[in-house]
């Protein structure tokens, strides 16, 4: 049976906007690949009455808390293909199952492409991380190493100051110009000029020439575009940000295709849990109220 709304992505986002639109008892299915960008973290933080919490657990506690009410439908997969317009679209599942509804939501995340520096993908989110508020505090105001991935890595390295006795170690990735270069001193960090190798132990970094930094956490900033190529295939505008590429949508969370509306990560920035939820929870008032005054 047709769907009101079609949500690409079961995730806090996707989870936020289904949660307004179950509330309106609109009939709503969610498809969700399981790919939470979270997913190495083993400890969330910066949410309210959820700081410490198991990503996981928290995902899980409010999909139970989602498919209590009637009108949601949840489906395990991955949606594949998108066709159709306002009020008729049709998602194909990689099952090859087709759900049809009269909106669409995307709240289906982002890629994360990070430097290709060998031990770096398998820490990421255990002893590496991009987001000082999530994961700084832990860190004691210990040594932290900041990996220049971009123009935007001094910018990062200058802000960590706050949280511990920072390293920026630029990698050949930017120059910096000689009032970065001063304003980072300023701030109490140093600047390791030589390359790197590797990342070793928990959070070390071999450098080029031999030597070994240790650290109790690094950060570095990935480059981001959407995790799902649907809204670019199906023709949404897609804008540059400061992090990487995002779905653009207006203040009302609709895309550049009527009838189509996006959130989360995918669709915003900065990132965080909190501003996922609050994103998503607009989207799914507003997706209702686009289905009122249709
Ligand atoms: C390592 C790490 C640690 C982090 N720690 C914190 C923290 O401590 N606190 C904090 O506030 N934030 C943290 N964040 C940021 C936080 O994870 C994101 O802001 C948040 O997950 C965004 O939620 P979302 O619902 O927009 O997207 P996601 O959580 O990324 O969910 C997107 C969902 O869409 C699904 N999907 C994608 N494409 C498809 C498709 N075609 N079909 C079906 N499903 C699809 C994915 O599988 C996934 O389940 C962290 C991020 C990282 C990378």
Redesign the pocket.
Known sequence: MDQDVII?????????AALQLARARRKLLI????????R??S?????LTQDGAD?AEM?LQARKQLEAYSTVTWVD????ALTGERDRFVVE?ADGVHYAGRRVIF????R?HLPAIEGMAER??RSI???P???GYELDKGAIGVVGSGPLSSHQAELLTEWGNVTFLPNDTLELDPQTHERLLERGASIEEAGIESIVNEADVLLSDGRVLSFSGLFVA?RVEP??T?PLELGCSIQETPMGTQVQTDTTKETSVSGVFA????A?SP??????VA??AMAGTQVHRSLVWS
């Open positions: 690409i992505g079961g995730s806090y986002a996707g989870m936020a498809v969700d690949a399981g790919e939470r960008r979270n190495s973290a400890h969330s933080h910066g949410f990503p995902a997969g991955n949606a594949t599942c709240a289906s995340g982002v994360d990421w989110g991380f991009h987001c508020y999530c994961h990935p995790a799902s649907l959130c989360g990560d995918t915003l990132h965080s849990v909190s501003l996922a994103d998503g």
